[in-house]
């Protein structure tokens, strides 16, 4: 049973470009939560998708959207990147309302120079 | 959401030891505080959680103990080993929100 699938694993990007960031929810999930997790820190909550609707925004920009499709799956879109937007970009998934059953991905680790 | 603050930042404990991470918390609103294993690498796994009805759960050698009047939880691993050796995070979340508010994380390095 495969777990929660994260693409890619590692970005560079140049500052001011955009990126989109991938997640695939384990099976069973429908609920999809983005973290941020900046190097020594804890996860930060972005925003959570259900039914393809963001439920719930945590403290970020406007810059950081998100998308979510029918089969559940997700993306993380980041427009003109920050050098402090350098960080691990962790993707969890839960079944609807049952926030123990959160599983978080491996992350995507984004570099911004 | 309000912080959750965890302390220490870091912490070595010799093989067999006991290591102890502490959380404090101010929204009383939180009621399911979840412990996470990350290694490098790695994103977090859930490894114990407790809620505020009761004031300690054991699993193997992990114990969550839990103070409601002091807003107060901890993290026991008892025997460490080696292969503990990780960051930890402390949690909290709301009833009806999927959401976690994260510590900042203990770096536990256990000694052989």
């Known amino acids: 049973d495969a777990g929660v699938t994260q693409s890619p694993t590692h970005l560079i990007k140049t500052r001011g470009q955009q990126v989109t960031l991938r997640c695939s929810p384990k099976?069973?999930?429908?609920?999809v939560s983005w973290y941020q997790q900046a190097l020594g820190q804890g996860p930060q909550f972005i925003f959570q998708?259900?039914?393809?609707?963001?439920?719930q925004r945590g403290n970020f920009p406007d810059r950081f959207s998100g998308h979510q499709f029918p089969n559940y799956s997700s993306e993380l879109n980041v427009n003109a990147l920050l050098l402090g937007d350098s960080a691990l970009y962790l993707c969890?998934?839960?079944?609807?309302?049952?926030?123990?059953?959160?599983?978080f991905g491996s992350g995507t680790r984004l570099t911004v120079v | 959401q309000q912080q959750v603050k965890q302390s220490p930042q870091s912490l070595i404990v010799q093989k067999g030891g006991i290591s102890i991470i502490n959380c404090a918390y101010e929204?009383?609103?939180?009621?399911?505080f979840p412990w996470y294993q990350q290694f490098p690498g790695k994103g977090p796994a859930l490894l114990i959680a407790?809620?505020?009805?009761?004031s300690e759960k054991k699993e193997g050698r992990f114990t969550i103990s839990f103070n409601k009047s002091a807003k107060q939880f901890s993290l026991h691993i008892m025997d460490s080993q080696p292969g503990d050796s990780a960051t930890y995070f402390c949690?909290?979340?709301?009833?009806?929100?999927?959401?976690?508010?994260f510590g900042k994380g203990t770096m536990l390095l256990v000694s052989p």
């Open positions: 407790i809620r505020p009805d009761v």
């Open positions: 099976s069973g999930h429908d609920t």
């Open positions: 969890a998934s839960s079944p609807d309302r049952e926030y123990y059953g959160y599983t």
């Open positions: 998708y259900y039914e393809e609707e963001e439920r």
């Open positions: 949690a909290a979340s709301i009833r009806g929100y999927s959401t976690l508010t």
């Open positions: 929204n009383t609103a939180f009621d399911y």
